[in-house]
């Protein structure tokens, strides 16, 4: 039984499709779309699916247990093991909580190796399309829109300026108690961005039906009243 939404004008109709009960959230990293999504979930609520911890969770198996990156097919069975579930904020493999341990440093330098291989991206996309197969979901990452949930019917891309991505991850970093390099933070953003934008599989793109929503100037609650917003009034 399809789970119906509870917002006026994204309500789902029986036989519309499992991917009429999507919303998706593309952009680049630092544009809020974590936090955005898992909002916008809890207003609607529906799951929320964040794709960038399943690449982030690829990345962390492969440097823990000395896989080459370059070793696509490996990489693309280490998640063949445990089942891999998101419940709001935290992660988890199994029984192991990996929330913390997929956002270190050493992960985040090494997950757009990891995310550029077909193999690996084949491997993953039925992992996401099977999150949305019973509930309505919030799905968050690079290419939820383009190739994912392309017929998703609420598709949104979420950009903001480079300095203030930068600094929106030294804010993040300082209430973790971590000591935060803005410059080093903002020369990584931008590698990362190239990296995820050039790359020839499933690249960083605005999808073709997507509202694009620039959050430089914008709080967190904006961006998630304006995408319930577009939602209900059926703009998107
Ligand atoms: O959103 P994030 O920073 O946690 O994502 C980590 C990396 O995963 C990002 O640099 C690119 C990759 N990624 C991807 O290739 N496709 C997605 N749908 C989500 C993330």
């Known amino acids: 039984m399809i789970e119906r939404w509870s917002v006026a004008g994204a309500e789902a109709r029986v036989g519309e499709g499992v991917q009429g009960l999507v919303v998706t959230i593309d952009g680049p990293a630092g544009s809020g779309k974590s936090t955005v999504a898992r ?3 809890e207003r609607l609520g529906c799951g929320v699916l964040d794709t960038g911890a399943l690449y982030r969770t690829v990345t962390l198996l492969a440097l823990e ?3 080459a990156l370059s070793d696509a097919p490996a990489l693309a069975r280490l998640l063949d093991d445990f089942p891999w579930r998101q419940e709001g904020e935290r992660f988890f493999l199994g029984e192991r909580e990996i929330t913390d341990d997929i956002r270190t440093a050493d992960v985040t330098a090494h997950v757009s190796e990891v995310s550029a291989h077909p193999e690996v991206r084949a491997r993953l996309v039925p992992v996401q399309r099977a999150q949305a197969a019973h509930r309505a979901l919030v799905a968050e990452g690079r290419d939820m829109g383009t190739v994912v949930f392309p017929d998703a019917r609420h598709q949104f891309y979420l ?9 929106r ?15 080093k933070l903002r020369a990584d953003l931008r590698e990362r961005d190239r990296k ?6 499933s690249p960083l793109q605005v999808p073709e039906d997507a509202t694009v929503i ?3 100037d914008l709080s967190i609650e904006e961006v998630v009243d304006r995408i319930l917003a577009d939602i209900e009034s059926g703009r998107q």
């Open 39 to 41: 909002r916008v979930a």
């Open 196 to 201: 995820d934008s050039s790359r020839a599989a």
């Open 214 to 216: 620039d959050t430089t």
């Open 169 to 183: 991850r030294a804010d993040e970093m300082a209430k973790k108690g971590a000591a935060a390099d803005v410059e």
């Open 159 to 167: 950009d903001a300026d480079l300095e203030v991505r930068a600094r």
């Open 65 to 67: 247990r000395g896989i």
